[in-house]
């Protein structure tokens, strides 16, 4: 049985995480039904609704085949790759390497090319099909950080939980507010996120090669304030390059 | 098919984006598993060896990107 640590850092990875996720299909199912109409981003939101229930029913049940330290190690190492990549950009961005992710930007590009496609005769399929394939994409990344982060404990319903509150939040914010979310701090939520599911994927990956972590579960919270240690280090060397002139001197 | 292959790009992009970030943390996952399984190192070390190597290869990806 998974300790409340275990439980409580599921669901809040799977939460964080899917809340990133929520708001991009957001971004795009929103501009599709205020430039083209509501009808086809119900439409294409429903269908990839659908579609991904009917993958979850279909493949769901083959994860309980799998014995479990197998599918620690399958899932520990797709973690590793998801997870240090998010991480990356994420250090990237507050290093003010790469741009931020703007949703009101993300928003204003998607009406432009709807709203080129206007007077096209199937401007209601080709809007729906924007809004299907934001959601079963965005949807896809949801339900791999459900199994990846609650598989490897047999939590995956809690995992499920937290994505589920994640869809509910931003659906009563996205509906109340009517526009791009775009004061969601998404760049810090991604950079937290991507510290959750890489320390996620080296505890996994760890326990699927036999390791006996010391202190169990509570190992997960270490190997998360190492990698969080060595994230703000290389966010603070990359944000302030070293001072080329005293370099010189020391040289 | 543009669809279906749009939705593979993006499942491939999900976890490869800097090419040599995913190739070195397989081989250093492939390293781990062999020293542990087959040479006999103590799952344990193990463990903290993928830790360690982890944040170097992380460490190196921010570095090339940075650079870039």
Known sequence: MADLTTIVT?????FLASTVEV?????????VGITQSWRPAFIGTGAALLLLAVLILIFGPLLTLIPLELLQFVVGVLLILFG????????????GVLALRDEAKAFDRERETLAKQA????????????AFKAVLLEGVEVVFIVVAVGAGRGLTLYAALGAFAAFLLVMA???????PLSRVPENGLKFVVGLMLTSFGIFWTGEGLGADWPGADFSLIAIFVVVSAVAWVLTTRYRNPPNTAELGVAK | MKLLLGVFEEIYGLFVDDGAL????LLLVAA??????LVGLPAQWGGFGLAAGCLVILALSVHRGAKR
Not at chain 1, 121 to 127: F, G, K, V
Not at chain 1, 173 to 179: P, T
């Open chain 1, 84 to 95: 240090m990549r998010w991480l990356r950009k994420a250090i990237l961005r507050a290093a």
């Open chain 1, 119 to 130: 007077a096209d005769s199937r401007a209601d399929l080709i809007a729906g099909l924007a």
């Open chain 1, 23 to 31: 708001v991009e299909a957001f971004t795009i199912v929103l501009a």
């Open chain 1, 10 to 14: 599921t669901i809040s990875a799977s």
């Open chain 2, 32 to 37: 781990v598993a062999i020293a542990v399984k």
């Open chain 2, 22 to 25: 995913a190739v070195l943390s």
């Open chain 1, 173 to 179: 914010i996205g509906l109340a507010v009517h526009r």
